[in-house]
């Protein structure tokens, strides 16, 4: 039987050709990567959307039966019951697992309401950059009388000794944020990580509405 004979030039892989091959694998590698990447953020805005929406279908039975939409204590993820029989379980952001920052109208019995999140993908039709409390959102759901929204640029940051600027034509809004210590309604401060207040139920009202009689209503911080 003859044996099969195979013809080589002698030549070897080059190192141009190598670092050809090298950079075509590293180019199709952050072409895959990024188009995951982006699938995956598109994935987590759907989430956030469909949270906002099942949140204000609740928020709008709630009000059909009480007259007024619910106080920030009730719209909490955690432990997130305070929506029943309206919506078993309020969901958290997929990522944080913060609760939706719920803003409404200063009023122990509020007639409108808005709620805020944001999208990761910058891209989407529907994300719109600095809005809300602290220019710190990029999406909303609201009541059909909420106030009109302000359009804002973020606060830029001062440099040391000098005077910070107000862009022009824009409105910053900054709003202070309480919640309930050992029965007692105080201040909090803003997480920008979240972003949101460092604590869960957080209010718009210095006095927390009365809801700090309730030891269930203890503004837990978030690690």
């Known amino acids: ?97 913060s609760t939706y920052l719920y803003e409404h109208q200063d009023s122990s019995c509020p007639k409108w309401y808005r709620i805020y999140s944001n999208l990761e993908n910058e891209n989407d039709k529907n994300y719109t950059a600095n809005i809300g409390p602290n220019s710190s959102f990029s999406y909303y759901q609201e009541s059909a009388n909420a106030p009109a929204i302000v359009l804002s640029s973020p606060a830029p940051i001062p440099s040391q000794g000098a005077p910070t600027p107000t862009p022009s034509g824009t409105a910053i809004p900054s709003v202070e944020y309480f919640g309930c210590f050992n029965g007692v309604c105080d201040p909090i401060s803003w997480d920008p990580t979240r972003p949101g207040p460092i604590c869960d139920p957080s209010f718009q009202n210095s006095s927390c509405y009365g809801q700090c009689v309730n030891p269930l209503n203890e503004c837990q911080i978030w690690n």
């Open 1 to 97: 039987m003859k044996k099969k004979r195979y013809l080589s030039n002698g030549e070897g892989v080059t190192l141009t050709e190598i670092l050809v091959v090298v950079a075509i694998i590293s180019l199709l590698s952050v072409l895959v990567t990024g188009y995951l990447r982006t699938q995956v953020f598109k994935g987590n805005d759907a989430r956030r959307k469909a949270d906002l929406n099942r949140i204000g279908i609740a928020l709008e039975e709630y009000e059909k039966d009480n007259g007024c939409y619910p106080l920030p204590n009730l719209v909490v993820c955690n432990p997130g019951i305070g929506l029943q029989p309206y919506l078993d379980k309020i969901p958290c952001d997929p990522i944080n697992k």
